[in-house]
């Protein structure tokens, strides 16, 4: 039975605990508050010198919450509504941002998410399922590759871009490359991903499948994938927002500016705002918006992913 004084010390280490945690998130949450914050101020709240956290103070007191300044000014500026009689809300947006960067990113995120569910699905039950000549080869440079960052490889496929764009190959298309660029590199993770799932399945159920007379086929669509379904979605969801964050690869491999995806619109737009500290924060606040619903609505499946995926096989 353990003494008080052990039961003490083990009180106040889970509160230093507790507490070291609480400072680690407030620490964190920090610079996205502070982006938050500054995207409902206005242009003379931003630009004050010395700089206030909250626009909130008069003339004769620092702090009134009746005087607040909040406003969507730069909202209006980055999203660009105009009236629009045909549209469903009455408006339409006309910010670059939203009507070209947008969608780009959408088709690039939705296509390579597709085709790495699709090739890692594949090549995870292949690992998990078959014992082939070389198989642990291949499982350890999927595993290197993984190391290697996009950054170095990124001049080899500029090059490869450029010769292809001279070609004048009636098949090649600068979003076709981009897609088949993103799936090569977030493949090797998400292989190891699908195989982790793929190892929890157990294979007794395959095999009384086989018995019942379901083809391998049958067997694999009916039985494995359905099971393996959290962890083909995890996958997708992974390789959803890494693309949408990605800049670097769709600033470089794209020389169309009207096929460059949404981290390049922010690069552009920062360049022509570089004052307007709230109409960039404002636009940030947007683009982060739809991967932190993502992630909230998703997070356990997110979580699956990287304890299953990284643990099992």
């Known amino acids: 039975m353990p003494s008080p004084s052990t039961g003490s010390r083990r009180h106040w280490r889970g509160l230093l605990l507790n507490g070291a945690l609480v400072f680690a998130c407030c620490f964190a949450l920090l610079p996205i508050a502070t982006t938050l914050l500054e995207s ?48 469903l809300f009455g408006f339409i947006l006309t910010s670059r941002m939203f009507t070209t960067f947008l969608p780009n990113t ?11 569910v699709l090739l890692a699905g594949m090549s995870g039950y292949a690992f998990s399922r ?26 080899a496929l500029y090059q490869a871009g450029a010769t292809l764009r001279k070609s004048a190959l009636p098949i090649y298309n600068d979003r076709v490359f981009i897609m088949v660029v993103y799936t090569g590199f977030f493949l090797p ?29 049958g067997t694999l669509m009916r039985i494995t994938m359905p099971l393996a379904l ?18 670097i690869a769709g600033y470089l ?26 109409v960039v924060a404002a636009i940030c606040v947007l683009i982060a918006l739809p991967m932190v619903l993502l992630f909230l609505f998703a997070r356990r499946v997110f979580f699956r992913a990287m304890v299953e995926g990284a643990i099992k096989g």
């Open 130 to 155: 078959y014992r082939f000549r070389g198989r642990q080869a291949l499982l350890i440079g999927i595993l290197a590759i993984m190391g290697v960052p996009l950054l170095t490889n990124l001049v």
């Open 189 to 217: 993770l998400s292989v190891w991903i699908a195989k982790g799932f793929m190892d929890a399945i157990p294979r007794e159920l395959e095999e009384a499948a086989l018995i019942d007379g379901c083809s391998p086929v």
């Open 253 to 278: 491999l794209i020389s169309k500016i009207e096929l460059r995806p949404l981290m390049y619109g922010l690069y552009a737009f920062l360049g022509q705002n570089i004052v307007n500290v709230h």
């Open 40 to 87: 409902f101020k206005g242009e003379r709240d931003v630009t004050r010198r010395p700089p206030i956290l909250f626009p909130c103070d008069t003339r004769t007191s620092s702090f009134d919450l009746s005087a607040c300044r909040w406003t969507v000014e730069g909202y209006d500026r980055a999203l660009a509504p105009k009236p629009a009689a045909h549209a």
């Open 230 to 247: 959290p962890g083909l979605t995890s996958v997708f969801l992974l390789s959803f927002v890494n693309v949408w964050n990605e800049f």
């Open 106 to 116: 959408l088709l690039y995120a939705t296509v390579t998410s597709a085709l790495v």
